[in-house]
């Protein structure tokens, strides 16, 4: 393999790479407010990029992202709000089983709106075949994109969990749900809130990466099970870790290409989930005394 | 007198299988019976999944993938020639057993096939092999661990017959012969040998039954409701949990595997469909909606829904209308169907709260 083939492979998992990453913050933000993993995570890029594609008849494409978010926003406020919101001390399996059944609904319903045809943004700047050159190969405007812009939304979150009020209470709540009520935080709010913020940087990504990857109805749960590879290899409800699993997983992804058929680019990461389940359950960046006291 | 009261149902229910049958042939509606010999096909991999997931307490997303395997090496083995291979030191013991058979194809080609039921043995034992191998390490998850664990295994199984030339990538399999089960008894998807067929679909579902039954009410059972009461509780009174939630994964596997075995036999072919996360899923919804710990809300549940879909009666809703069955139960009656307090929401509505 020469160089600039080596970068091109390198660059596409960095491209997915980053995009599980997006996906398994969004699963370690409801499980750090909630404990709960949420099955629908993918569904809300697939809503993501399609909402924005049809938006775009209407409005000039920025626009139609942000608006795409919002609406993806509020989906995940209502889902929380029908579905999680009032049960009270739901055990795992149950839990488990309410938000595979949302899956289902979100995707059969987008099946209905947008049928079963495979959609896709317009590349943001040029076309299919602008290229910029680095370092001698050949890289899409586009794919710059989806890195910077995923960039910028886990620069963004790092930030906002750290030194604004509303993150500061989020992150009590995943510390001491109890204390952090006593403390007068409206904790069931908070979840409403993490389902909305997971959902606006899902929606967020799968808009961003809709040109490449396309969008279809079915597109959710296969993210979903990368991204969540990436939550546990990263250690659950670490996001940090999370950033540097997805890469790893992304560049494995994109390098197993090379040497496999492109049918079992599946199987590879599944097989890496199993793995790492089977042999390092706590992620590789994560302690094996704290996962002991976390509910599964 | 206890195990009277374990066969009575059981016996009422080949009553009712025999009044069903007669019952089609007086009204004309023979019809119905393909569907209800593919349901409870069906049902039997949903009883013994029941068994892993309600008295084990073992969540299961990956059981399409064992029901794949079971029909896709059945298919495979009948359909695949392997004249190609037959001088091949395998094929020659297989040959000298009388593994093996000759047959036309519809365009008057010659096969060399494997005979159906050494193929069945053949799928059912991968089957359980393969359980064995995964549960070992799988078993020991929990939780959200487990549930993707098990459904990323369902998803290397789909991808794997999708992908693989043997499997027939995304057309399937068709062309399977009738699976000889004794002489001028098959099971095949024939018009003229409907009833036999439904009947032999039904002789298997309460045989599994009874075979389920008698395990949830032996020692193994009073294991596994320990295990699913408190596994830390269960440990400490020496019961094996590992070994006993193995043991209930690779039975309700080889249910699973039989179950594809028989039904592809039956339909002629199998298609990756079969394999797909939405069969997985939807064989935990109805458990889920049968009550999870109760073998018969499971098998009825199994039937009627399994008819129901079967007879398209969802339309295009399909898929959607088991998303809103899981949701549904899990919110409202987590404890099954038959455990909903119907006099208790009337007198609830009756005093207007």
């Known amino acids: 393999m020469d160089f600039p083939l080596f970068l091109q492979y390198l660059f596409a998992g960095i491209t997915y790479g980053i995009i599980y990453a997006i996906v398994a913050i969004g699963f370690n933000i409801i499980y750090n407010t909630t404990g709960i993993i949420n099955f629908a995570q993918g569904e809300f890029l697939m809503l993501g990029g399609m909402i924005s594609i049809s938006l775009l008849h209407f409005m000039p494409l920025p626009l139609a992202i942000a608006a795409a978010v919002i609406i993806t926003m509020l989906v995940g406020a209502l889902i929380e709000i029908l579905f999680i919101r009032w049960i009270d001390n739901p055990s795992v399996l149950r839990m488990i089983i309410i938000t595979i059944g949302i899956s289902i609904l979100v995707r059969e319903a987008a099946l209905h709106i947008w049928g079963e045809s495979v959609r896709a943004l317009p590349y943001f700047i040029g076309s299919a075949v602008t290229s910029v050159s680095i370092l001698g190969t050949k890289i899409s405007p586009q794919v710059l994109i989806v890195i910077g812009v995923c960039s910028i939304v886990v620069v963004f979150l790092s930030f906002f ?54 969008t279809q109805y079915d597109n ?3 993210l979903a099970i990368k991204g969540f590879t990436v939550a546990i290899l990263g250690g659950l409800g670490n996001s940090p870790g999370a950033v540097a699993a997805g890469l790893i997983l992304g560049i494995i992804e994109a390098f197993s290409i090379s040497f496999l058929p492109l049918a079992f680019k599946d199987a590879v990461a599944i097989a890496i989930l199993l793995i790492i389940l089977f042999i390092r359950p706590h992620g590789l960046f994560g302690s094996r005394e704290a996962a002991s006291l976390k509910e599964f | 007198m206890e195990s009277l009261k374990r066969y009575l149902p059981v016996a009422g229910l080949l009553v009712i299988v025999i009044c069903v049958q007669q019952l089609t042939s007086a009204t004309d509606t023979a019809y119905y019976l393909t569907q209800l010999t593919m349901a409870s096909y069906y049902s039997l991999l949903i009883i013994g999944l029941c068994v892993l997931m309600g008295y084990a307490g073992q969540i299961s997303l990956g059981h399409a993938g064992f029901f794949a395997i079971g029909g896709y090496l059945s298919a495979a083995l009948t359909s695949n020639d392997f004249s190609a291979y037959q001088e091949t030191a395998v094929m020659q013991v297989m040959d000298k057993a009388g593994l093996l058979m000759q047959r036309q194809s519809l365009y008057g080609e010659s ?21 064995f191998v995964l549960g070992i390490p799988v078993l020991k998850l929990k939780g959200h661990y487990l549930a993707m664990a098990t459904l990323g295994f369902g998803i290397i199984i ?18 399977v012969p009738p699976f000889q089960l004794f ?25 599994g039954l009874v075979l389920l039954l008698n395990l ?44 594809g075995s028989f039904l592809t036999h039956y339909n002629g072919g199998i298609g990756p469909s079969e394999a797909s996360v939405m069969k997985s899923v939807r064989y935990v919804a109805i458990v889920a909606v049968g009550g999870m710990a109760n073998l018969w809300g499971a098998l009825i549940m199994g039937i009627l829904l399994n008819f129901m879909s079967l007879r398209g009666m969802f339309g295009t809703y399909d898929d959607a209308v088991f998303g809103v069955i899981l949701i549904l139960f899990m919110l409202f009656a987590p404890q099954g169907i038959l455990s909903m307090n119907i006099k208790g929401i009337i007198a609830r509505l009756r005093s207007g709260k």
């Not at chain 1, 403390?183 to 961003?208: D, E, H, P, Q, R």
Request: with cysteine.
């Open chain 1, 161 to 214: 969990f750290k030194f604004t009020s509303i993150g500061r209470e989020m992150r009590a709540c995943a510390a001491n749900r109890k204390a952090a009520t006593l403390c007068g935080i409206n904790v069931k709010n908070m979840v409403t809130f993490s389902f909305m913020l997971s959902a606006g940087i899902g929606a967020l990504a799968g808009a961003v990466m809709s040109p490449i990857t396309y």
């Open chain 1, 220 to 222: 959710g749960t296969g």
């Open chain 2, 111 to 131: 096969l060399l096939n494997v005979q159906p039921w050494a193929a069945c043995i053949i799928a059912v034992a991968v089957a359980v092999i393969i359980a």
């Open chain 2, 183 to 207: 002489p001028g008894i098959a099971v095949n998807g024939d018009f003229a040998d409907r009833v036999q067929n439904y009947y032999i679909a039904w002789g298997l579902l309460l045989f």
């Open chain 2, 216 to 259: 949830i009410h032996s020692r193994v059972g009073r294991a596994l409701r320990s295990i699913h009461g408190s596994e830390e509780a269960a440990e400490a009174i020496g019961v094996n949990t590992a070994r006993y939630k193995l043991y209930t994964f690779v039975i309700s596997a080889a249910f699973a595997a039989v179950a």
């Open chain 2, 158 to 175: 789909f991808r794997i017959v999708l992908a693989a030339e043997f499997f027939g990538e995304a057309d399937g399999i068709s062309e």
